[in-house]
Each structure stands twice: as C-alpha cells, then as structure tokens.
C-alpha cells in the first residue's frame, strides 16, 4: 500500500469515526430538548418545566439508561385534628398516590447526611442537618420551623449528579398547603449559574421568581416528588411561602435520588 | 404616704397594666366570624338606623347601639372604612369599666381584696383575649356587674336611686346575650342564701328577727388594721325589707332599655317578643348545636391547656393560680373565718353567685371558650377575698414570701395574655382561648388576592364573586368593600362572575370544578378560612393574566 493510499484511509477512518461521534452527540441533545420536563406527582397536572436558567441546558446524559421504578419509603400517616370528626374528614384528601419515582436501577438518595444551608440559618425549632437525616416521619424533634414568609432550603450534593426525583415532606401533621412552592437546581451555590426552575406553583408571582403553572397540593405523608429526567446539578433549592394554616415554613425531609454522574 | 393613698396608687397602676394589656395591636388578628357577624349586623343600624333582632340566631341590640359612639369617634368616614379596632376598642372600655367598677363593692370586698381582684382581672389572659374580642361577653359582664354592685349598694344602703340603676343594667344585661339569666338566678339565689344564713344567726343568737335583718353578735373582725373602709369600722348592716316602690321603679328602668333597643327605638316593636320567644330558641341550642364539649371542659381549658399532639411548640397554659386562690377565697367565705361581717356577707354571695354559674355553664352542653368569663370573673373575685384573707392572716415572713410568689404569680399570668394575643397565637390552636378562629391565611393572602383581582378587573363590567361555602363568616367583613359578592352553597353560577371560591370538602371537588368550569377558569389556589374549612380559587384566565401585569402595588394599579 502506497503512502498516499494508507493517508487516504487513514483520512476517510477518523472522518467516519468524527461522523459517528457527532451523530451520537445529536442524539443525546435531541433526547434532551424534548424530554426536558418534569412530573409533580403530587398535583394533578403534569406540567413542562420552565427553563429559567441563566446558564445552558445541562444534557440529560442518562437518555440510554433504563428506568426503572425506585421504591420510596414513605412515613407513616398521621394527621391530627382538633376533633374525631375532624381527623375522618381529613381522610377526604387523601388524593391519589403519586406515581411511582422512574430512575436508573441504583439510584440512591443523593442528600442524605449531604450539608444543608437555609434563607434562615437559625430556625426556630429544629436543626437544618434534620432535613437530610433520612428521616421523614412527622415527629416533633424531626421538625425544622423557618422564619415565616418567604424562605429557602438549599442541599449541596457534593457534586454534579443525575437527578431524578427530588422528594420533599413539609410537616405532615396538618393538612394545609405551602405557598409558592418553587425548586431549583443549579451549578453553584449562588445559583447564578446553570439554574433550572423545575417545579413552580407561584402562579401569581408573588414570591418573584417568575410566575409558574404548577398546581398547589396538599401536605400528606406520601410528601412532594418532582420528577426529573437526569439533569445534571449539585445544587437543590426549595422555597415555600408559609403555609395556609399560618405563615410559618416547617420541613422535616428531603431526599435527591439520582446518580453521581 | 397614707395607706388609703397606697391603695389608690396601686389601683392606677393596675388600670395601666390593664390598658397597656388590651390595646397594642388591637386590630392584628383576623376577625372571628362572631365578630364579622357582629360588624355586618352593625353596618344596618349604622348606614340605616335600622335594627332587626333575631330570636333564632345572634344576640342582643345593646353591643351595636354602644358600638355607635365609637364609630363616630373613630372618624371613619363610612362602614367601609371601619377598621378591626374601632370595634375591639368596645371591648377594651368594657374591660378596663369592669375593673373599675370594683370600686362599687369596695366596702364588701375590703380594699386589699379589691386590689388583688382588679390585679387579677388586669393580667388573667381570658379575660386580656376577649377583652380585645369584638362580642358580646366583655359587655354582658359590665352589666351584669353593674347589676350586681347596685344590688349591692342597695342591699347596704336602700336607695330608690341604686334601684334604678339595678334596673337598668338589668335591662340593658337582657338586651345584651340570653345568657343574663343564668346570672341573675345566681344573684338571686346568693343573696337568698345570704339571707337565710344571717337570718338563722340572728335566730341562734337569741336576737328578735323579723325577715330582712340579721345581727352578727359572732363575728370576728380579724383585719381591721388593712382596712380602714368606713363600712367595715360598723358591724355589718342589717338586709334591708323590700320597699315596693323602689321594685316597680327598678322594673320599669329595665323595661326602658329592653323597649327602646328591641324595638329599635320603635321602628321594630316585634323586636320586643322575640326577645323572649328568644329563649326557647336558646334552650335547644344549649344542647349542643355542634359545640359540645363534657362537664369539665372550661374548668381544663382555666388549669392546664396543652395541645402539644396538634401544634408544634405548643406552650402550656394555665389560671391554676386563680383556681387555687379562689377555692382559698371559697373556703373563707364558707366558713366565714378571717373575715369581717360585712365582707363575710359579700364574700358568701359570690361564692354561691360563682358555684352556681360555674355548675350551669358546666351542665350545659354548648360551650365556647368565652363563656368561661361569667364564672371567672366570681372566681376572681373569691380569689382576691383568698388572698387578702391570708395576708392579713400571716406573720411578717411568711406575707412577704405569700406577695413575692403573688407578684411571680402575676408576671407568669401577664406574660401568658401577651402570648396569647401574640401574632404566633392569637389564632392558633395552641391558644387555650381560640375557637375555630379564622386563619391569619385569609388576611395575608386570600383578601389581598381579591383586592389584587379586582384592581385588574375592567372598569366597566361589575366584579362578581361567588363564594360557595356553608359558613362564610367573615368574610362578608373582609369583602365588605365589593358589591357583587354572593354566598351559599346553592347559587346559580352567574354567568359573568369573575372569582369563585369554593369549600373543599374533597380532594376530588377541585377537578370536579375544574371540570364544570373548563379552561377559561384558572385554579391559581387555596386558601384555609378556618382549621380544616378550605377554600379554592377559581379565576377567569383573561383576569388571572390581566392581575399579573399589574404593577407591584395593586393600589397603584387603580
């Protein structure tokens, strides 16, 4: 073979194999443009997420992995009323449970013992480290109480990660609703970078983050899954508003389920 | 300083503890839906003049006839722009009168009793609370011991004067809530038992009786260095006979108000029948009527109150220091010990005066908190005699120890009533005097959520709200200013109406409104009118868009 030959090939084989990188590339973007949404198994509607990121798009990498469902452990049930008659009418909320979370087989929960900051770092009651202790049941010294109004409670994953379902439960003793509830994730800690709104239901703006189309769901002990498709972040930002029993912000747990990337 | 100057000095600090207890922030917490009842039925007689007493719901006249003053003084300009305080400040005059009117008994009770009392009635947090609540209760008890004290000053002096006066608060309690009566057989049973006992005395002591006079050739007076009241330096008097003139005057000083107010100065003089036909309402309501609660509810609710299973952090309540002092009190006037003659007599009238209202609002089924004020107040009163019968009672030591725990007492008390009306409690079910409250919710976000819609709705369409719910109350307070508001639960949806609020008693109504209103109708949220009662918005999706380009400040909007 001629040294001109053995160039020939040598050219047509690293541009097949640039031909069939791109291609793989333009598969994965694809993937991610049409399955950038999330699931709020807690609301009745399924709404697409509003990319209010300053940064791109992460890619949902995980387009290849196989979902798969991922049992969550829920708390036990225990809603108190100030009378008998009170507790049997609460049982008339009881909505539907949330679909079942869809992750990659070994999907774990991301924050658990993972640092914790907060719009509030001295929460009335409570310690911000109980937010990812793992323990969702609705005990009194399970409980973190913020400051009322507007607040925030941030998980700092360590490190990019996949993220599939970010699962929340406020103080499920009552059966009341949290205002504005908005969840974020990001790059960093400030989120300034890469912040995607992936649920939001401040439908009239109130807490300034952008109006959302989410619906308002009720406190239960099966708690608030949003579901995710993969997005990459480190971050897990959640704010609620108070509540419409008063204007406190009460949290008992949170836990990310994802992969390290 | 002289000792009665002491006492004076001591009077007026307790009358600004007690001012400075029940005015701050008056108009914070949301309005009861008792008390948005109240100000709608007050709206009536203020904008019109009218007045429509109902026998099957609501109470008395007087509360909005008195409201009147504080309205014109309050320079609102119209209903509308009346706020929460103008109406609570009702109540706080009521309060701070009735522990000034302490003074009308002060020769039966003896100055340091009176002192302890008006200490107690300044700083116990039931009465602080629905002394800032716009009901019935605070002026009831001005009354009824208006009443009281006239009887009193009767008894101790006969005067056609006190007879009329007797009669009035009479008349005016009567014209205030049905529960009058149940205060008024107390009355008469204490000073029928008062009577019988002196009588009995008199009898035992060899003394010629006739009925209405008692001698008390027994009786020790044991504190005559604390007090110095005239009264006291006599032995005490005899009951007097009843002089019948001064009844039929006192009758017909009750029939002026109850004529006057019914009727609403005789515009209404059916008015006037209902206000008795009232009470067979009254006595089928006291079986319950959804408020039911057992025997023991108010006196748990005064000793120890914690609902730490419902409430995060919920504080531990209790008047356990005035129980305890009162049943001291009890046990001094039972057995007359320690006590002079003319302070055994009042001390035994309240006692049997209290036993017997606690046993009847005990007995009955229905029980709101604020029905524990009648029987408290007797309790406080013992409580005072209690204390000033220990005080005079013991040594140096042991009295300056008896004043330190007192003033301890009086702190934890005080500190109990400023938490209790704490923007933390005044609504919360932590708060032993909280009954089925509307939620600070409502204020913080439902009203300004309506306020809000309404600054974007058009100019030239009316703002219709339709709200669907059994017991709305008070909203139709909050909402007062729209003119297109609709309630209950039957109503035709109009078909121009903006807001819908609608009573969830399901988590599947929501969709089934969803459903029935399509996809013009945004559910934007819900909101909690009172524990366990949720309301859901519905908005037009053109206005829903319209309020959100609304500048920050929705009164900028307009």
């Keep these: 073979m001629s040294q001109t030959t053995r160039t020939l090939m040598t050219l047509l084989l690293t541009a097949s194999l640039l031909f069939v990188a791109a291609c793989g590339d333009s598969g994965t973007n694809n993937n991610n443009t049409t399955n950038n949404g999330t699931t709020a198994p807690g609301a009745t509607d399924t709404q697409p997420a509003e990319d209010k990121g300053e940064g791109t798009t992460d890619s949902g990498a995980a387009a290849s992995d196989e979902l798969t469902t991922i049992e969550i452990e829920l708390p036990i049930a225990q809603t108190v009323g100030t009378k008998p008659e009170q507790i049997a009418s609460d049982a008339d909320f009881d909505a539907p449970p949330p679909p079942p979370l869809q992750a990659p087989a070994g999907a774990v929960n991301l924050a658990l013992d993972k640092p914790v900051t907060s719009s509030d770092p001295m929460p009335f009651m409570g310690d911000l480290s109980y937010i ?53 994730i990001a790059d960093d800690a400030d989120f300034t970078q890469n912040v995607r709104t992936v649920f939001n239901n401040d439908q009239d703006n109130s807490s300034g983050l952008g109006a ?49 990337q | 300083m002289k000792r009665q100057s002491l006492f004076i000095l001591g009077f007026v600090a307790v009358m600004g503890l007690a001012l400075s207890l029940r005015v701050g922030n008056l108009g914070a917490r949301p309005m009861h839906a008792d008390e948005g009842n109240n100000t709608i ?75 302890m009392a008006a200490a107690l009635l300044a700083v116990s947090p039931a009465f602080v609370f629905y002394n800032r609540y716009y009901i019935h209760e605070p002026l009831l008890l001005v009354f009824n011991f208006g009443l009281l004290a006239a009887g009193w000053r009767y008894a101790m002096r006969p005067h056609i004067g006190w007879a009329i006066v007797a009669g009035l608060c009479a008349g005016l309690s009567f014209a205030t809530k049905e529960t009058c009566v149940i205060l008024w057989t107390a009355m008469t049973l204490g000073a029928v038992v008062v009577w019988y006992i002196e009588r009995r005395a008199a009898m035992k002591a060899a003394v010629p009786a006739t009925v209405g006079t008692a001698v008390h050739a027994s009786s020790t007076i044991i504190n005559p260095s604390h007090d110095n009241t005239p009264a006291n330096a006599l032995t005490s008097r005899p009951l007097p006979s009843i002089d019948w003139r001064h009844l039929v005057a006192a009758a017909v000083a009750a029939l002026v108000p109850v004529v006057l107010l019914f009727s609403a100065f005789f515009r209404h003089p059916r008015g006037i029948v209902d206000s008795f036909l009232s009470y067979f309402n009254y006595a089928q309501r006291a079986q319950g009527a959804g408020h039911e609660a057992p025997w023991y509810t108010y006196l748990k609710l005064l000793a120890y109150f914690h609902r730490k299973e419902e409430v995060l952090r919920a504080p531990i309540w209790s008047e356990g220091l005035i129980l305890g002092l009162a049943i001291i009190g009890a046990v001094v006037a039972a057995t007359g010990c320690w006590l002079s003659p003319m302070h055994r007599r009042f001390a035994r009238f309240i006692l049997v005066y209290t036993l017997f209202t606690t046993a009847v609002f005990a007995a009955i089924p229905y029980k709101t908190p604020w029905n524990v004020l009648p029987f408290f107040q007797g309790m406080i009163l013992l409580a005072g005699i209690g204390v000033a019968a220990l005080m005079a009672r013991a040594a140096l030591l042991p009295r300056i120890a008896l004043a ?23 609504a919360s079910r932590a708060n032993p005097y909280v009954y089925a409250h509307t ?54 949806l109009h078909p121009r109406a903006s807001l819908i609020l609608v009573e969830l008693s399901r988590h599947d109504d929501l969709a089934q409104w969803q459903k029935k209103l399509g996809n013009d109708w945004r559910n934007p949220g819900s909101y909690t009118l009172r524990p366990n009662v949720f309301l859901t918005a519905f908005v037009r999706e053109e206005l829903f868009q319209a309020m959100l380009n609304l500048p920050a400040d929705p009164a900028a909007a307009k």
């Design chain 1, 212 to 260: 959302g189309t989410d619906k308002e769901f009720f406190e239960k002990n099966h708690g608030h899954l949003v579901q995710l498709k993969g997005e990459v972040a480190r971050y897990v930002r959640i704010y609620s508003n108070g509540n419409t029993s008063n204007d406190q912000n009460y949290y008992i747990e949170v836990a990310v389920y994802g992969v390290p």
């Design chain 2, 404 to 426: 330190v725990a007192l003033a301890f007492g009086l702190i934890h008390l005080r500190n109990q009533a400023v938490l209790a009306n704490s923007e933390r409690y005044f």
């Design chain 2, 41 to 115: 039925i007050f709206q009536e007689l203020y904008e019109t003049g009218r007045y429509i007493y109902s026998p099957l719901d609501h109470h008395g006249p007087s509360l909005y006839y008195v409201t009147l003053p504080f309205v014109w003084m309050s320079g609102a300009a119209d209903f509308n722009s009346t706020d929460e305080a103008t109406y609570r400040a009702v109540s706080v005059a009521c309060g701070l009168l009735l522990i000034a009117m302490l003074w009308l008994v002060c020769d039966g009770l003896g100055r340091p009793a009176l002192n």
């Design chain 1, 132 to 184: 990812t202790d793992g323990d969702a049941e609705a005990f009194d010294n399970n409980v973190v109480e913020l400051a009322p109004g507007k607040q925030w409670v941030q998980i700092d994953l360590e490190a990019p990660c996949r993220l599939y379902g970010i699962a929340t439960w406020r103080d499920h003793h009552h059966i009341v609703v949290y205002r504005d509830v908005v969840v974020q």
């Design chain 2, 439 to 492: 939620t600070t919710d409502t204020v913080r976000h439902l009203v300004p959520f309506v306020e809000r819609l309404a600054a974007a709705a058009p100019d030239n369409q009316p703002f219709i709200i339709q709200i669907y719910c059994d017991n709305a109350w008070p909203l139709p307070w909050y909402l007062r200013r729209f003119k297109h508001v609709g309630y209950g639960t039957q109503q035709k």
